[in-house]
């Protein structure tokens, strides 16, 4: 099992920046495929962002590509979404997703999810 806390959530306004991050507990011994996906309000869930077990591997939702970053800390457990150049159509719950193996982008790959942290972003 494998128990995910997101933080980092916040109202900022358009263009602003946000850093979102995700600590991984529990069998922590095994490395993770992480991810984060996203739901708007009245949205259906949305992929966002993955990243491979080692970190050389990363994948991103077109509507975020070129202004988000995903990366991770191994030894820290954690991992991390750069959010840049924000706008309001970023507005969501934004999760933090594990799976092992191979990347994935659709959610029902993953196993294991965090709670969520709100980002707000105003106009």
């Known amino acids: 099992q494998v128990q995910l806390v997101e933080s980092g959530g916040g109202l900022v306004q358009a263009g602003d920046s946000l850093r979102l991050s995700c600590a991984a507990s529990?069998?922590?011994?095994?490395?993770?495929?992480m991810a984060w996906f996203r739901q708007p309000p009245g949205k259906e869930r949305e992929f966002v962002a993955t990243?491979?077990?080692?970190?050389?591997?990363?994948y991103y939702a077109d509507s975020v590509k070129g202004r988000f970053t995903i990366s991770r800390d191994n030894a820290k457990n954690t991992v991390y979404l750069q959010l840049n150049s924000l706008k309001p159509e970023d507005t969501a719950v934004y999760y933090c997703?594990?799976?092992?193996?191979?990347?994935?982008?659709?959610?029902?790959?993953?196993?294991?999810w965090g709670q969520g942290t709100q980002v707000t972003v105003s106009s």
């Open positions: 529990g069998r922590t011994s095994d490395v993770y495929v």
């Open positions: 990243i491979s077990r080692s970190g050389i591997s990363t």
């Open positions: 997703a594990a799976r092992p193996l191979s990347v994935a982008t659709t959610q029902r790959e993953y196993d294991y």
